[in-house]
């Protein structure tokens, strides 16, 4: 098969789309198709990524991008004639869209969403942006899943959504996976596992970023103090957000008490995982993510918002985890009483070790993947 992956960010930057679109992409080298990313421009200088140049300005990065995304398409469509579009998130799909329309080729699009764009995109943000850039981002949302010729889904809750505009047929859910040989307990490192020292760690592995959330995890923490001191919060991850976090943690007076750690590899952040005793994912949209499944695989325990997508995992069995509401006065109750020893850990994390490896193998689900690629040129 001829397969375009058209992606807004790709390997080296950073995040769980990126990791899927990089996996996927290996997946398919390995198996012999002919793969080739877009993405925007970063100087990678690979032959299989063709780079889309934009102007780094906020509110004008994905139009540019767009734009030039689709006049790069056009000239492919003509000249290589894809098999398969595989678009990730709703702009390069419209960029998809707008050059299959252009060309009249008959090129299967197929988008995966990795969660509803224009719910994150809003989230925190004052009301008269919700009403103007984020009804815009909506609309061009469901225009690129009403125009996709077959949605993947990553998860039941944004499947429900987009049941709204499309029949069932033409959309699948396919998880996220987890690589079982980098996410498991016993890989670890010296140097991290000292770091904690006779700390109770509990680790936010997260992107920073307003949508995941991070903001309810430290007002937890510092609610935590008043009962359990000798603790720390560890946020793993670098991103936009990075500034006002630090800030809150000022005004809280937890300084020496939370630790940023900045962006690490994937590679690095079993290290961190390994060496905490709690996995905190606080997300107001939904905690069913690429972490959630690696902390799970390393055989950790992992208190959750109980929002969104979170009860996808959840729902496999009914104890994986444990939850709690998106307050934050429940959310430092939960950590108290999971430290306390309140619930039969051992059992919640050996139900979700099962789950993790019975559930979301990578080859697995790669395979389901490219049984949708299969079936769509069939029915072209």
């Given at each position: 098969m001829n397969i375009f992956i058209l992606c807004d960010y790709y390997p080296p930057s950073r995040g769980g789309i990126q990791t899927h679109c990089y996996?996927?992409?290996?997946?398919?080298?390995?198996?012999?198709?002919?793969?080739?990313?877009?993405?925007?421009?970063?100087?990678?200088?690979?032959?299989?990524?063709?780079?889309?140049?934009?102007?780094?300005?906020?509110?004008?990065?994905?139009?540019s991008s767009m734009l030039s995304l689709t006049i790069f398409l056009i000239k492919a469509f003509l000249k290589e004639k894809p098999d398969i579009v595989h678009s990730h998130s709703y702009q390069p799909t419209l960029a998809a869209i707008l050059a299959k329309k252009i060309t009249k080729t008959k090129v299967q699009i197929v988008m995966t969403s990795h969660g509803a764009v224009a719910e994150s995109t809003v989230t925190g943000r004052p009301f008269i942006y919700r009403k103007t850039?984020?009804?815009?981002?909506?609309?061009?949302?469901?225009?690129?899943?009403?125009?996709?010729?077959?949605?993947?889904?990553?998860?039941?809750?944004?499947?429900?959504?987009?049941?709204?505009?499309?029949?069932?047929?033409?959309?699948?859910?396919?998880?996220?996976?987890?690589?079982?040989?980098?996410?498991?307990?016993?890989?670890?490192?010296?140097?991290?596992?000292?770091?904690s020292g006779r700390s109770i760690i509990i680790c936010c592995p997260r992107r920073l970023d307003k949508k995941n959330g991070l903001e309810y995890s430290i007002k937890a923490f510092a609610l935590l103090q008043k009962y359990i001191k000798n603790s720390k919060l560890w946020l793993v991850g670098g991103g936009d957000y990075e500034s006002p976090l630090r800030k809150l943690v000022k005004e809280l007076s937890l300084e020496d008490k939370v630790v940023f750690f900045g962006y690490k590899r994937r590679e690095e952040m079993p290290y961190y995982m390994n060496a905490s005793d709690i996995i905190l994912l606080t997300s107001p949209l939904g905690n069913?993510?690429?972490?959630?499944?690696?902390?799970?695989?390393?055989?950790?325990?992992?208190?959750?918002?109980?929002?969104?997508?979170?009860?996808?995992?959840?729902?496999?069995?009914?104890?994986?985890?444990?939850?709690?509401?998106?307050e934050i006065n429940d959310i430092a109750r939960t950590l108290k009483n999971t430290i306390d020893g309140r619930y039969k850990t051992d059992k919640i994390q050996k139900a979700a070790l099962e789950a993790v490896k019975n559930n979301y193998s990578k080859d697995v689900l790669l395979k389901k993947i490219t049984g949708v690629y299969e079936k769509q040129i069939k029915s072209k």
């Open positions: 996996e996927l992409t290996e997946y398919l080298k390995k198996n012999g198709d002919s793969v080739t990313v877009f993405t925007k421009k970063m100087n990678r200088n690979k032959e299989h990524i063709r780079e889309a140049p934009f102007i780094d300005i906020k509110y004008l990065r994905g139009l850039f984020g009804a815009l981002t909506k609309f061009l949302e469901i225009y690129s899943i009403k125009n996709s010729d077959f949605v993947i889904s990553v998860d039941k809750y944004f499947e429900e959504y987009a049941l709204k505009y499309i029949p069932r047929a033409k959309i699948k859910t396919i998880p996220n996976w987890v690589d079982t040989d980098i996410f498991n307990k016993n890989n670890t490192k010296n140097e991290i596992e000292e770091l069913f993510c690429f972490t959630l499944l690696e902390a799970l695989a390393c055989d950790k325990i992992v208190v959750a918002t109980n929002v969104g997508n979170t009860l996808d995992f959840q729902n496999i069995n009914s104890n994986t985890m444990i939850l709690c509401e998106q």
